[in-house]
């Protein structure tokens, strides 16, 4: 039988070289990928003002499940302080300039929840095929990765956060 864990990691770590994504320069857990992306999307105003709009230079966010079994998810409190210093740590490189032409970031993600407190906005995904293949990936990560059995699934959604926010949140 094929060990799904690894299927996984080695489909991720195909795709990370396609796609071109770095883990957050000076993060301390590697537990998110960075690329940068021209957005073809719809005008997008976020909370704070700032317009995304198609043209516009954005980073994409991705969890690195290749890290998943190190993250002690029975203590909750660390793995919300290590998510939030990898956010901490973008602002921190938006301020020092790298990606300097970036207005904002997005992901795709059932993990929207701990990201609310930061300043992010979720929205749903419009996209129906692109849902329903995240909603199978994320089961599929889930089940790879977690003893955990019954629990009830949540569907991805996509949260953004300005390039702005990210540095104030670094100023914190």
């Known amino acids: 039988m094929v060990n799904a864990k690894a299927l996984l990691n080695v489909f991720e ?7 071109g994504w770095q883990l957050v320069p000076g993060s301390k857990v590697n537990y998110i990928f960075l690329s940068m992306k021209t957005y073809r999307g719809s005008k997008r105003t976020l909370a704070d003002g700032t317009v995304v709009s198609p043209g516009d230079r954005i980073g994409e966010f991705h969890v690195n499940n290749n890290n998943m079994p190190r993250v002690d998810m029975s203590n909750f409190r660390q793995f919300n302080s290590d998510i939030k210093g990898e956010f901490v740590q973008m602002g921190k490189i938006l ?6 032409d970036c207005k904002a970031f997005f992901g795709r993600t059932i993990l929207y929840p701990f990201v609310l407190k930061y300043g992010f906005e979720i929205f749903p995904i419009e996209k129906r095929s692109l849902q329903a293949f995240l909603n199978l990936w994320d089961r ?3 089940h790879a990765y977690t003893q955990k059995k019954g629990t009830k699934h949540r569907s991805s959604q996509e949260v953004w956060i300005s390039a702005a926010r990210l540095i104030e949140l670094a100023e914190e």
């Open 13 to 19: 770590k195909y795709l990370s070289n396609k796609e």
């Open 140 to 142: 599929l990560i889930y």
């Open 95 to 100: 301020k020092e300039g790298e990606f300097h």
